[in-house]
């Protein structure tokens, strides 16, 4: 059974800065597209960011993080981090980690995805 556990949510001011970590626990990890989602109280969950196999080199942001959230990924730990930067108040939201399903280099509907982490929380001030 295939385990995502995220790590390194928290309280940052606006303009500030998170990495948040998921390890996955899945022998496939290396040729598997991996996601970040969120989801805000009161709101549906949310696509944030994909990267997908290393072997084929993609990223692919929501608008609203472009430019300031980066995915990436560590085969050899099998782990995957986001990193966001210049944090606002409306990236408030508990963030998943999710595993593709097979065959998919990259995406962005929650469908797509068939596993997922417990979530991590991120809370920005203003």
């Known amino acids: 059974q295939v385990q995502l556990a995220e790590s390194g949510g928290g309280l940052v001011q606006a303009g500030g800065s998170l990495t948040l970590s998921c390890s996955v626990s899945?022998?496939?990890?290396?040729?598997?597209?991996m996601g970040w989602f969120r989801q805000a109280p009161g709101k549906e969950r949310e696509f944030v960011a994909c990267?997908?196999?290393?072997?084929?080199?993609?990223?692919y942001y929501a608008e609203s993080v472009e430019g300031r959230f980066t995915i990436s990924r560590d085969d050899a730990k099998n782990t995957v981090y986001l990193q966001m930067n210049n944090l606002k108040p409306e990236d408030t939201a508990v963030y998943y980690c999710a595993a593709a399903r097979p065959r998919i280099t990259i995406a962005y509907m929650t469908g797509d995805f068939g596993s997922w982490g417990q979530g991590t929380q991120v809370t920005v001030s203003s």
């Open positions: 990267i997908s196999p290393s072997g084929d080199d993609m990223t």
């Open positions: 899945l022998p496939t990890f290396s040729v598997t597209a």
